[in-house]
């Protein structure tokens, strides 16, 4: 692939994140240096960044994050975008990859709906995992019980050891 064809290609993979996630998005998951995988059909499959999985590329359209990508859009989109917030009690098995509960959320973007991926990070900002709401935003405040996010990924401990 040419520098053009990939420059046309990231173009299109930038307009497709700002569509899912928001203007700006685009621009900060997919830096010069992304590398695409394709599926033998020549389908965009996984997205990488030095060696780590930016997003993957599902069948409907949609782009599911890996915890680079989640850290990317962590730093460039501003609170409440796509975020889940927890205390103390699940950090440590979020950053494991466990889901998360409803009964831990303290806080949501109130526009997040069921299957959109999102953020979930602690109270203090940290990012914690990467996955897919399976409640509505506000829902997830007034369950007392069920999941809230089906965890796909955890981002490790702190120090980014996974």
Sequence with gaps: MDEREHARERRRLRTLADYQFGRGAGRALFDEDVVVRRTSTGRPQQVLADGSRLVSYGTDGRFTLGVAGGRRLHAALSPPAYRVVVGDESEPF??????????????????????????????????????????????????????????????GEPDGTV
């Design 94 to 155: 979020l950053r494991d990859g466990a889901n998360a509960f409803a009964k831990f959320v303290t806080d949501i973007d109130p526009a997040i709906r069921p299957g959109d991926e999102v953020l979930v990070v602690h109270e203090r900002g940290d990012l914690l995992a990467v996955g897919r709401a399976e409640l509505p935003g506000e829902a997830m405040l007034e369950f007392g019980t069920g999941m809230a996010v089906k965890t796909r990924e955890g981002a």
